[in-house]
């Protein structure tokens, strides 16, 4: 029987140690899908449940979407099932290799994969072998790791008790076993025939290092190394590593063995948190919008993104954007997106970001103005996340102002939201937008925004529109804009934040675009603050995007919020938001809402809001950027508007840099 028979105590033995060293406890906070695999193995599988449990409560710090397919209903269609899209896999069963003493030949449907249940409720015995060919219909996510545990054949050995093969038997059993995970998406197999799997999960939500190096850190390395080009997976290194100082008691020493890409690194699987770039103070240069990236016609990247392949460009040194900039403001947009999601936007490029900056479904022009750090050599990276791999989107990205390390641009000076446009009653100008007809505002004098102010934030929303279209906002009153700043459908009120210079004399322009020039729209205007030249106001420091509230895991408040009751969460001191800040920029994200409405963000509490900040319909994740002033004691408030009392939604706030004195 194709088993490694351990008697039942050394089974237990090896259970005990699978939560490893001691590590500090992490929120769960990561959505990165987790399956864990037990096969069925007769009188060992109550062992193995326990120790697959165990190994839940190590992922358990991590990620709360952890999948368990245990025997006795672990059957083929079940894990398949489970697997799609999950970043690691561990499965804990029986093992059928190649070469075993069995059968002279591969058998590619029953070797190299798991012992399942041939049907579900009939027990721990009723083993079936799902081979290579099985695997490779895993559907896992780019760059998965597979970690294949208390395997026979997996990591080269032999059956319990058979002795020890020889070396070229053990590199065949290696190369064979990984090689179905492989095309089942896996970029790294990992065999452990004894030793605790523990450390590697801690590894790759924690360390950023190579898959290899990861590998050869684990407590239980022999140091005993021996690598080569994998001979059934091209382009893959191979590599064992075997207990030659303490074999088992048949002589046994292959126990320990990986497949992976050369150059991997726990980065490149996505599950990691990036480390933190520390900026300096910086102050800010206006632009007028720029269009840097355009995925349609080859601007900045030469087609459409992939999901879960992240693509860096430029931006120093094209649109204004000068080589000393640390961070700039922008707005991003999808479009032709073939399936729902979610894009980020940062610094590091990242195959599975914990942060999301704009959220869509599946056939939505959408847009989200960011205020983001730039990364090495002043880019910046873009993935298109699905819950599905081959979907693929076109980006946009126009730049509309930077920061740089000194005190050549201006300083900002935050406001209590204000509103400063609506043009249902007449506020700034009267009357709804015609299509292709620029119209402007003042700005300066107004509201507390000085007559020497270069630039605003604020909150543009669009309501009452006839027809799909966007609207473009800034500093220069154009029909036919080249750049977008909120994109919409028809009937649904959005809201789009915005950091933008202001026009000759402290003025704004807005242009309504739309397919035919006789369609209307409203447009409404909330200002959050203004930049000066000189030091009078804060100066901004960038931060790597960090999630300080999801209602949803009780990060920084807990449970849904309800409609108007204002709710306080603690900014400063978190996420790396200095004490003296008197601002931030971040990312709203409602979710889970029972009814249509919006959110409000601002300094002090407020149950009934005068202006808004993030528009939703009914069941749409929706997103949008803030730059909002900060509360007594470094505080903000959020406030869930509804139309009737009773609703209740889901709050998600990423903060992405902050002002401070």
């Known amino acids: ?114 012992g399942l249940n041939s049907a579900a409720g009939a027990g721990d015995s009723n083993t079936k072998y799902y ?34 093969p020889t070396l070229s038997v053990a590199q065949t059993r290696v190369d064979g076993y990984a090689s179905g995970f492989l095309r089942g998406n896996a970029r790294a197999v990992i065999a452990e025939g004894l030793g605790s799997i523990s450390p590697y999960i801690d ?28 001979t059934r997976n091209s382009g893959y290194a191979s590599e064992i590593d075997p207990q030659l100082d303490r074999p088992e008691s048949d002589g046994d020493v292959y ?11 726990t980065d490149d699987v996505g599950l990691v948190a990036p480390v933190p770039t520390i900026y300096a103070p910086t102050s800010y240069v206006p632009l007028t919008p720029t269009r840097i990236l355009d995925t349609r016609n080859g601007n900045g990247a030469p087609g459409p993104l992939s999901s879960h392949v992240p693509w860096t460009f430029q931006v120093t040194g094209r649109g204004g954007v000068p080589a000393n900039a640390t961070a700039v403001t922008g707005n ?46 002043g880019t910046l990276s873009l993935t298109y996340v699905t819950s599905a791999l081959g979907p693929t989107a076109h980006a946009l990205f126009d730049v509309t102002g930077y920061f740089v390390p000194d005190t050549s641009g201006a300083t900002y000076v935050a406001l209590i939201p204000a509103r400063f446009l609506d043009s249902r009653s007449g506020n700034g100008l009267s009357g709804a937008f015609n299509s292709h007809a620029a119209r402007t505002f003042q700005v300066t004098g107004r509201g507390g925004v000085p007559a020497n102010a270069t630039a605003v934030t604020g909150n543009l929303t669009v309501t009452g529109q006839s027809s799909a279209g966007y609207l473009y906002v800034g500093p220069v009153a154009m029909n036919n804009p080249t750049s977008s700043t909120l994109n919409f459908p028809v009937g649904d009120d959005r809201a789009n934040q915005v950091t933008v210079a202001l026009g000759t004399g402290g003025t704004l322009s807005i242009t309504f675009v739309a397919p035919s020039a006789s369609q209307i729209a409203h447009a409404i205007f909330d200002v959050t603050g203004y930049f000066v030249p000189g ?55 409602v979710t889970s809402q029972t009814s249509p ?44 508007a509804a139309p009737t009392s009773g609703p209740i939604a889901q709050v998600i706030f990423d903060v992405t840099g902050y002002f401070a004195p």
């Open 1 to 114: 029987m194709r088993k490694l028979a351990l008697a039942l105590a050394m089974a237990l033995l090896v259970s005990t140690g699978v939560l490893g060293g001691a590590v500090q406890t992490v929120a769960a906070a990561s959505q990165a899908k987790v399956v864990i695999v037990v096969g069925a193995t007769g009188s060992l599988t109550a062992g193995y449940r326990s120790s697959a449990d165990s190994v839940a409560s190590t992922f358990s710090k991590y990620t709360s979407n952890i999948v368990k397919v245990y025997s006795p209903s672990a059957t083929w269609a079940a894990v398949q099932a489970a697997t799609q899209g999950a970043s690691v896999l561990v499965y804990i069963g029986h093992g059928s290799g190649y070469p075993n003493p069995y059968v002279g030949y591969l058998q590619p449907n029953g070797d190299n994969g798991m």
């Open 131 to 164: 081979g290579e060919n099985y695997m490779a219909q895993l559907g896992l996510a780019s760059n998965a790791v597979v970690i294949l545990w208390k395997l026979c054949y997996a990591s080269g050995d032999e059956e319990w008790g058979a002795g020890t």
């Open 203 to 230: 590894a790759l939500f924690t360390a950023h290092e190579s898959i290899d190096q990861m590998w050869q850190n684990a407590p239980n390395f022999h140091n005993h190394v021996l690598a080569w080009a994998s």
């Open 255 to 265: 126990y320990r063995s990986m497949v992976s890409l050369p150059g991997l690194s």
């Open 332 to 377: 991003l947009t999808v479009t032709a997106q073939s399936s729902p999601g979610y894009l980020y936007i940062g610094p590091s490029a990242m195959s599975y970001p914990t942060n999301s900056t704009l959220n869509f479904p599946l056939g939505d022009d959408r847009a989200n103005a960011v205020t983001v750090a730039l990364g090495a050599g």
């Open 535 to 589: 030091t009078s106001g804060a100066r901004y420091v960038p931060l790597t995007p960090s999630r300080l509230l999801d209602s949803r895991s009780g990060n920084g408040l807990s449970g849904p919020f309800a409609s108007d009751v204002a709710r306080t969460f603690q900014v400063s001191g978190r996420g790396g938001v200095s004490g003296n800040s008197v601002a931030v920029t971040g990312n709203l994200t």
């Open 597 to 640: 409405g919006y959110l409000y963000i601002g300094p002090g509490a407020v149950n009934n809001p005068t202006s808004s900040t993030l528009n939703f319909p009914k069941g749409d994740d929706r997103a949008n950027g803030v730059a909002v002033a900060l509360g007594a004691g470094g505080t903000l408030s959020i406030t869930y």
